[in-house]
């Protein structure tokens, strides 16, 4: 039996059948060690390397496939994961047995071969490989095959980070994130907490009537400390399916981060939290740039004016070129329809996104200065009303979600609306 640590078959064969759209929780710190015999597979893993899902992994690459990683593993240390890629039949079992004497065990083996047989497979596995891969292969392959191997295959989806950003200031970024985030919530059933990012200004709070004592600036002032049970007494409850994790809006203290400043809570976030929503403040920051590359879906908020499509259009274009795995980020049209107020139209703004918005939201200042005022969402305002329909429409799309799940209403509902609405 092959030292390095056999894994199930099934689990395997699951992760590599899912389809390109299925949620990869990423790597943690690892190292991995691919031996490619062709440029074109060499290539694939340079590029895999670069997704972010892999950006805590170390990749190194080297030529030569099994009988390099053999030669290599005789005097030095194996690393969590080696790639190996084989174009043999005959001669990979014997390789295996050969590389197995000199691996350390609980190392993982990823082979990527060209002979599609399940009995080859069958005894791959029965020696003790993570998981075979039949080329031609894609990056994502290679990011879904490494990932997989530090997930539980049969534990629930978890850790899905949402981030919602404004492509200017006064756009209503915020209000979006936090209607969103209760439509996730409330109609999707789905165990959410909001992340109000924006320590001096964020408004999460307010919105939601809450005034915790403690939030996220706790958490970043104190990284050493972070850990579940202690980002759990930040967290401020605010419905059965939904936390915050509120921003102290004060200014008695300036909020300058460093790049990876916000990791460690995210990080925590993802091990417990199915979906977590950010508020990123419109802002260049290296932190707000990675928070927003991390993310595993992006909704950009736009008024339909010049300086929002030009702003929106350069985030599409950096987002899209630093995920070339992941979907494209979404946007949303808010605000539209300002009285007197020139606009650009729909049309000519999906035309030079070359997307269209998921969703355009209507200027309704009566309705959205009701709920801010009130600490309330448009859903508890105007249950009925087409922008509340908007919000679980956005929902469904950056959760992957159709099925709603509303709460049980009663014959009162009408009239409790009405006297909230005063």
Same mark, same amino acid.
Request: aromatic fraction near 6%.
């Given at each position: 039996?092959?030292?390095?640590?056999?894994?199930?078959? !099934?689990?395997?064969?699951?992760?590599?059948?899912?389809?390109?759209?299925?949620?990869?929780?990423?790597?943690?710190?690892?190292?991995?060690?691919?031996?490619?015999?062709?440029?074109?597979?060499?290539?694939?893993?340079?590029?895999?390397?670069?997704?972010?899902?892999?950006?805590?992994?170390?990749?190194?690459?080297?030529?030569?496939?099994?009988?390099?990683?053999?030669?290599?593993?005789?005097?030095?240390?194996?690393?969590?994961?080696?790639?190996?890629?084989?174009?043999?039949?005959?001669?990979?079992?014997?390789?295996?047995?050969?590389?197995?004497?000199?691996?350390?065990?609980?190392?993982?083996?990823?082979?990527?071969?060209?002979?599609?047989?399940?009995?080859?497979?069958?005894?791959?596995?029965?020696?003790?490989?993570?998981?075979?891969?039949?080329?031609?292969?894609?990056?994502?392959?290679?990011?879904?095959?490494?990932?997989?191997?530090?997930?539980?295959?049969?534990?629930?989806?978890?850790?899905?980070?949402?981030?919602?950003?404004?492509?200017?200031?006064?756009?209503?970024?915020?209000?979006?994130?936090?209607?969103?985030?209760?439509?996730?919530?409330?109609?999707?059933?789905?165990?959410?907490?909001?992340?109000?990012?924006?320590?001096?200004?964020?408004?999460?709070?307010?919105?939601?009537?809450?005034?915790?004592?403690?939030?996220?600036?706790?958490?970043?002032?104190?990284?050493?400390?972070?850990?579940?049970?202690?980002?759990?007494?930040?967290?401020?409850?605010?419905?059965?399916?939904?936390?915050?994790?509120?921003?102290?809006?004060?200014?008695?203290?300036?909020?300058?981060?460093?790049?990876?400043?916000?990791?460690?809570?995210?990080?925590?976030?993802?091990?417990?939290?199915?979906?977590?929503?950010?508020?990123?403040?419109?802002?260049?920051?290296?932190?707000?740039?990675?928070?927003?590359?991390?993310?595993?879906?992006?909704?950009?908020?736009?008024?339909?004016?010049?300086?929002?499509?030009?702003?929106?259009?350069?985030?599409?274009?950096?987002?899209?070129?630093?995920?070339?795995?992941?979907?494209?980020?979404?946007?949303?049209?808010?605000?539209?329809?300002?009285?007197?107020?020139?606009?650009?139209?729909?049309? !000519?703004?999906?035309?030079?996104?070359?997307?269209?918005?998921?969703?355009?939201?209507?200027?309704?200042?009566?309705?959205?200065?009701?709920?801010?005022?009130?600490?309330?969402?448009?859903?508890?305002?105007?249950?009925?009303?087409?922008?509340? !329909?908007?919000?679980?429409?956005?929902?469904?799309?950056?959760?992957?979600?159709?099925?709603?799940?509303?709460?049980?209403?009663?014959?009162?509902?009408?009239?409790?609306?009405?006297?909230?609405?005063?």
């Amino acid at each position: 039996m092959i030292s390095y640590g056999q894994q199930n078959s !099934e689990a395997s064969s699951d992760v590599a059948a899912s389809d390109t759209d299925a949620h990869i929780a990423p790597a943690p710190r690892v190292s991995v060690q691919a031996f490619c015999e062709t440029v074109e597979v060499a290539a694939v893993v340079q590029s895999a390397g670069e997704d972010r899902r892999l950006g805590k992994a170390h990749i190194k690459i080297q030529m030569g496939g099994m009988t390099a990683a053999i030669e290599a593993y005789r005097t030095s240390p194996t690393p969590n994961v080696i790639v190996l890629e084989t174009d043999a039949r005959n001669n990979i079992l014997t390789g295996l047995d050969q590389l197995a004497s000199v691996c350390d065990a609980g190392t993982r083996v990823i082979v990527v071969g060209r002979v599609n047989d399940v009995t080859l497979y069958r005894e791959l596995v029965r020696r003790g490989v993570s998981d075979y891969l039949i080329a031609p292969i894609q990056p994502l392959d290679i990011v879904r095959a490494v990932c997989g191997l530090f997930s539980t295959p049969d534990a629930k989806a978890v850790g899905r980070v949402i981030a919602i950003t404004g492509a200017k200031g006064g756009v209503g970024g915020s209000t979006i994130a936090h209607n969103v985030a209760w439509a996730i919530a409330r109609d999707l059933a789905l165990d959410s907490v909001v992340a109000d990012l924006d320590l001096a200004f964020g408004t999460a709070g307010l919105d939601y009537n809450q005034d915790p004592p403690q939030g996220i600036a706790d958490a970043v002032f104190s990284p050493d400390r972070v850990d579940t049970a202690f980002i759990d007494r930040l967290l401020s409850k605010c419905t059965d399916h939904l936390s915050l994790l509120a921003a102290p809006a004060t200014l008695d203290r300036v909020y300058d981060f460093g790049t990876e400043a916000f990791d460690a809570i995210f990080d925590t976030l993802r091990s417990t939290m199915p979906c977590i929503v950010l508020d990123v403040p419109h802002q260049w920051s290296g932190w707000a740039k990675r928070a927003l590359i991390n993310a595993d879906d992006i909704l950009i908020v736009a008024a339909p004016d010049l300086a929002n499509l030009r702003n929106t259009k350069n985030l599409f274009d950096l987002l899209k070129a630093a995920r070339p795995n992941d979907r494209a980020p979404l946007y949303c049209l808010n605000q539209v329809g300002v009285p007197k107020r020139p606009e650009i139209g729909v049309s !000519e703004f999906a035309k030079a996104i070359e997307a269209q918005p998921i969703v355009s939201i209507p200027f309704e200042p009566q309705l959205f200065g009701s709920a801010a005022n009130n600490g309330q969402m448009i859903a508890e305002i105007a249950a009925n009303h087409r922008t509340t !329909e908007m919000f679980l429409q956005i929902a469904q799309r950056l959760t992957g979600r159709g099925e709603t799940k509303k709460p049980r209403s009663s014959f009162l509902s009408p009239l409790i609306g009405k006297l909230r609405a005063k």
